[in-house]
């Protein structure tokens, strides 16, 4: 039967014009994505494979975050939100949970061992020089700080880890010594892409969170930045923001960790809330003879 003009296929939702509002959009989400490009260029990623991971994206956060309160979200509805067919989104909504929703837990526990070793009076000096650790000892050891710190992992396999990493080695009388005070995978692209999954999300998150909640208090989202500032500057700064920020940043680790139930069972509350801060440092080169 011949449909009506005002009649719409519910499999097909035509792109609509720009409209002027949604120019900055388009601007930020460009100005987002250039870096990102660049990455996956770097990785021999093709357009189309992004494209196929943005419908995935638009399939999943419609599917969780965008239903009407009391009714159960269907295939028809995330088609008219995302703009797919009804059939693509069917197709992905059947897609198996795969290695693409890995949570970084092994990254978080690796950190939580580092921090622990370079805070931890037991394992220390308590001023941030951690002691070489032997792996069995009566007291301060490497097997006790990985089992404060890292939940279940086997001690075996947070020593390769950290070892992979170059996060510590092991002197010749055995005992593990700390390299890093955090956890940056050195050698493997795949952990350090994870990281930029995970560490990306939570800004974007919280900028969505400081632009359209607007009944809770806006999270701290800030930044110092200056455009001509010489190399020999520069430099300086590079050590400078690293001092200051691991100093900042073990202050809150060590302020959080007396909270976090996998670290402190006797921490008293209600409700589970992932929490920290994150910081940066940016630079780029205008001046292009240097």
């Not at 632009?211 to 001509?228: C, E, G, T």
């Amino acid at each position: 039967m011949e449909k009506l003009p005002w009649q719409c296929d519910w499999d097909y939702i035509p792109n609509m014009p720009q409209s002027k509002s949604q120019r900055p959009l388009s601007a930020a989400t460009l100005q987002l994505l250039r870096p990102l490009v660049k990455i996956l260029l770097r990785n021999n990623v093709p357009h189309q494979t992004l494209t196929e991971w943005a419908k995935q994206a638009y399939v999943e956060v419609a599917d969780s975050e965008f239903g009407i309160a009391g009714k159960k979200q269907t295939v028809s509805r995330i088609a008219i939100l995302t703009g797919l067919t009804r059939k693509e989104v069917q197709r992905i909504l059947s897609q198996p949970d795969d290695a693409q929703h890995a949570t970084g837990e092994e990254y978080h526990r690796a950190a939580r061992v580092i921090t622990g070793w370079v805070r931890d009076p037991d394992f220390g000096d308590g001023k941030g020089h951690p002691h070489p650790l032997r792996m069995e000892a009566k007291r301060a050891s490497f097997t006790e700080l990985v089992k404060r710190y890292s939940g279940d992992m086997p001690v075996r396999a947070m020593l390769d880890e950290l070892l992979r990493v170059s996060a510590v080695k092991q002197l010749k009388d055995g005992r593990i010594c700390l390299l890093a005070r955090g956890y940056v995978p050195q050698k493997g692209s795949a952990e350090k892409l994870n990281i930029l999954g995970s560490d990306t999300a939570d800004l974007i998150a919280t900028i969505d969170h400081n632009l359209y909640d607007k009944s809770a208090k806006p999270r701290i989202q800030r930044k110092v930045m200056y455009d001509n500032v010489p190399v020999e500057a520069a430099k300086e700064f590079h050590i400078l923001a690293a001092a200051q920020s691991q100093e900042l940043l073990e202050s809150l680790d060590r302020w959080l960790s007396h909270r976090d139930r996998d670290v402190n069972p006797a921490s008293k509350g209600t409700g589970r809330v992932r929490v920290g801060l994150g910081l940066y440092h940016f630079e780029e080169q205008l001046d292009k003879e240097s």
